[in-house]
């Protein structure tokens, strides 16, 4: 099979492009730094909001793995419009017209607006997207709704949770790292839903042999979801260090997380809320339409994240 992967250097693209090469299929790499991929494996440096492909690099191409994008806060309304946007339904339309069996897109429970409520939300329960990154998620998943629900290619959307791997980003760093240096324990409160890189992977490689028909949305979580305050008692337990106290009170917590607002002052949503929220999501719905399940765990990865170990070289 002959598989194409835009992002192919990014957090989730380099963990499929590997296990893509594993299987013995035929890859097509792109990224916009054109940086090589562990093991040596060469990509092709393109601009996705200035440039597309050449068809002839399309030829033959069975699936078009779409995960390039912008994801970063502080990114320029037309960012998001350009690559998000319009460069994902360009793409779209030039593996159709080469003849892709596939087009699997990468989007973001972002793309279903802010929860309203604390029961896991399926696909449907969608409110307007109140960020430039949810917003643009949304109208790339309209656009190939509206395109290619009649075509030939199939096209698959997804909306992966929050993602998290041995080598932790964002909050979920921070955390290992202040777990590390003695970070008192969070209080308790709220719940969210994550997703394992490698299910996620594991997932995208399934659809691509096996897709239906049309279009087809789905939530991807692991199944289990998990407070701020669990998170840090599973790292503290995998680091040795046995349960944190918590000695800093809410109130602290809160006035720190607005401190932080304040000073990173983008507004687009509170560290209280992205700590201590609720953003609880269903896989019942990709559960039932494939063979694919989640097998991995947060208590699997815990060691490595609190360690280090799991980081790049």
Not at 65 to 94: C, E, I, K, P, W
Not at 201 to 206: I, K, N, T
Not at 209 to 237: A, C, F, K, N, Q
Request: aromatic share 6%.
């Amino acid at each position: 099979m002959k598989c194409l992967v835009s992002g192919a250097t990014g957090f989730i693209g380099r963990q499929l492009c590997q296990q893509l090469v594993a299987r013995g299929d035929t890859l097509l790499a792109l990224s916009l730094s054109g940086e090589r991929l562990p093991g040596g494996l060469p990509t092709q440096a393109l601009d996705l909001a200035r440039h597309e492909p050449d068809d002839a690099a399309l030829e033959g191409v069975d699936v078009v793995f779409h995960l390039a994008g912008v994801a970063h806060r502080h990114a320029a309304a037309t960012d998001y419009d350009s690559l998000n946007v319009d460069a994902t339904l360009r793409l779209a339309r030039q593996a159709a017209r080469c003849g892709a069996r596939c087009f699997i897109f990468l989007s973001s429970v972002k793309a279903m607006g802010p929860a309203q409520q604390k029961e896991p939300r399926a696909e449907r329960d969608c409110q307007p997207p109140d960020d430039p990154y949810g917003l643009s998620k949304w109208r790339a998943e309209c656009a190939l709704r509206e395109e290619f629900a009649t075509g030939d290619m199939a096209v698959v959307i997804l909306r992966p949770t929050l993602v998290y791997g041995a080598q932790p980003k964002g909050n979920l760093r921070l955390l290992a790292d202040g777990v590390r240096r003695g970070l008192p324990r969070p209080p308790a409160g709220g719940a969210r839903s994550m997703v394992a890189l490698a299910d996620l992977v594991d997932l995208l490689c399934r659809l691509s042999i096996r897709h239906p028909p049309g279009v087809s949305t789905w939530i991807v979580t692991g199944g289990v979801d998990y407070s701020t305050r669990e998170i840090y008692d599973l790292l503290r337990e995998a680091a040795g260090k046995g349960r944190g106290l918590a000695w800093l009170p809410p109130w602290a917590w809160r006035l720190g997380a607005w401190l932080f607002d304040r000073v990173r002052g983008d507004g687009v949503d509170s560290t209280w809320d992205r700590l201590f929220g609720t953003e609880r999501y269903s896989n019942s719905a990709v559960l039932s339409a494939t063979d694919w399940r989640p097998r991995q765990s947060l208590q699997d990865l815990a060691g490595a994240m609190v360690s280090g170990s799991g980081r790049a070289a």
